[in-house]
């Protein structure tokens, strides 16, 4: 399998270890159990499992969920496991492909060789990487916006999509809603929220004081700051009448509205990756090593999410970036990212260099990505208001002006300073390193420069312009 073939990524957080997909397989029948969002299996009756294509496994679970003709480009099916991942391709025949899962695991994964023994993938029902959120937007189904809804919600509550403690417990709040009703004053709200806390938000937020420091700040400190906050969310969550064409009571507006919150993360969607950057020099000895990295690509651009601290350390849009790949052939597989920055006020072009055996296949993302937006010829649909339990969002930036951000400090934001990167100009033939002018891309491969804001410096421009 090729860069092209399916979109591999570091495997969701969910503890699915060693599940297996397929509990008999004989000559002509298997039992094949395809896994939902929430972890509930779908058990397919399938002849001819091994040469089953993806496509005809994805109509058979729409058959049997009773799914509209929208669930067909929502979904996809997903081979995964703890090691790897990966959005199969229509064609793709999943019995095959699991057959080879060892393969791809020494592949595009750095997993020990005793793990891969004991990896088994199963096949899970997911979100498609190639969806737009302005076509989500669109659905009217319970069902689907069910199952989008708790993917988005595992991630959320995983911390894979990193958020602001405002946002997890607003997220938090409608989970709340979903699944303990309308708040009702005088009822014991507060103790249902404490015991089932991890339920509603993410677990770095759950976390109590304890040990000799809490001893010291006492029971009256904001131990409980994570649960009184849900708890006052959870107050503001209005009720919503439902639509002319759902019933009476349906939570599909309080789906639609968790999944329009989510849209304002940039990386919701995404496929993910696993890699490493390079720390920046810190010492008297200059000593750096390297800090794991998941690399969200999406529909719009890229992030790169700090593994440890939960948040993101640069963001960019297609149009603000180059990139290339080196393979593990040329030398260490490496992802290649590009883009514009300062250096003490001079303009500078940035690489950041990112270690990965996965560089491959988020290179082609990244130019799939790119192809289906040049494509794309839908004009926007416009976005309709979660009205009762959230805000409407504000207009959306044109294409070539990044949105506001909302607050400083903000987990999404890009965190550009905490990066080592190389900084470059490029005079005549030679590349030197922080001159105050620049001609040209080290990379060719980018987004044509008059469909976004990625510019380069001319050499009759001062430094000021940059």
Known sequence: MDGTEGNAGQPAPADRSHRSSVSSVGARAADVLVYLADDKMVPLAVEN??????HELHRAVREVLQLPDIALDAFALWLASPLLEVQLKPKHQPYKLGRQWPELLLRFTD????DVAMDEPSLQFRRNVFFPKRRELQIRDEEVLRLLYEEAKGNVLAARYPCDVED????GALVCRVQLGPYQPGQPTACALREKLDSFLPAHLCKRGHGLFAALRGRSTKAGTGEQGLLDAFRRVKETASGDSEPEASLSPYYRAYLLKCHELPFYGCAFFHG???KPAQGFLHRGGRKPVSVAISLEGVHVIDSREKHVLLGLRFQELSWDHTSPEEEESV???EFDGDNEGTPVNKLLKIYSKQAELMSSLIEYCIELNQVATEPAAPQESASGPTLAPGPSPSPTQR?????????????IQHLSTIDYVEEGEQIKRVKPKRTTSFFSRQLSLSQGSYTVVRPTDSLEQG
């Open 335 to 337: 992802l290649w990212l």
């Open 403 to 415: 949105p506001q951000l909302r607050r400083q400090g903000s987990v999404v934001c890009s965190r």
């Open 276 to 278: 490493e950057i390079d």
């Open 49 to 54: 499992l091994p040469s089953l294509s993806a």
């Open 168 to 171: 997890c417990e607003a997220l």
């Open 111 to 114: 997993a020990p060789d005793d």
